[in-house]
């Protein structure tokens, strides 16, 4: 199964909103550390909404279908926090761990200080790949965990590959706005009184 992962904003939100509506309830708990309701997810949407600038999105794909998400937030005090989540059904077949790496070299290129992860004690998978990718994981005493991470700076590879990731989204999204644009004059030049 080939995974792509690609970075997005909020044109996809709903899809994500969906995507989290439709975890099973110990899914649920275990991205949120506690069992969020639709109607608080559809709260963390609406703020997503208000704040655009404060989150990033990844979703994991195979095919047509989405199958995974990374987000992060952005806190008053410039850290960020991360979270991952995968449709049960597409977990632990590395999809988690290619989500946490597009989102670290992001933050990477970025020179995002610090990111750190909510880990429910109970669960081993993330503290996992917490470790994994150099987040130190430390007890709160009350049923969770915090995984941070200082960011350290891209190498000269990684903030060339992320260069050029980026200015392949710019380049998707001038095509957009291009076709958009070409619409916008063929209509004008045509009006449908004339035609
Ligand atoms: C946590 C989650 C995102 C992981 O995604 P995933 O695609 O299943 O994870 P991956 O397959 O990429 O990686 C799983 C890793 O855990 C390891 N693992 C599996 N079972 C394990 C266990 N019981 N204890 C420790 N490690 C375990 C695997 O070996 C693998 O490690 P590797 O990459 O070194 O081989 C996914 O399980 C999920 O969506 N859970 C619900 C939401 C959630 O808990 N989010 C995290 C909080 S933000």
């Known amino acids: 199964m080939t995974v792509y992962i690609q970075h997005t904003n909020i044109y996809r939100i709903n899809d994500y909103s969906n995507h ?22 559809d709260q ?3 703020t997503m909404c208000y704040h655009p ?5 990844w979703y994991a794909s ?3 279908k989405r199958v995974g998400w990374g987000h992060m937030a952005k806190n008053t005090d410039g850290s960020w ?4 989540s995968v449709d049960h059904e597409y977990q632990r077949q590395g999809i988690g761990d ?5 989102m670290l070299a992001w933050a990477k290129f970025h020179t995002i200080p610090e990111v750190y992860m909510h ?31 200082e960011v350290p700076e891209s190498n ?40």
């Open 81 to 84: 926090e991360l979270a991952v």
């Open 20 to 41: 989290l509506k439709a975890l099973p309830d110990e899914d649920r708990y275990s991205r949120f550390g506690y069992r969020i309701s639709d109607y608080n997810i």
């Open 119 to 149: 880990c429910i004690e109970d669960n081993k998978v993330i503290q996992h790949l917490a470790v994994k990718h150099d987040l130190k994981t430390k007890s709160r005493g009350d049923g969770e965990r915090t995984a941070a991470l």
């Open 156 to 195: 000269v590879f990684e903030a060339n590959a992320q260069l050029w990731k980026e200015h392949n989204e710019i380049m998707t999204e001038f095509a957009r706005l291009r076709k958009r644009y070409k619409e916008l004059w063929s209509n004008a030049m045509l009006p449908k009184s004339l035609l």
């Open 98 to 102: 290619k989500l946490i790496t597009e």
């Open 44 to 46: 963390l949407i609406l």
């Open 62 to 64: 195979t095919g047509d």
């Open 53 to 57: 600038k404060d989150h990033e999105l």
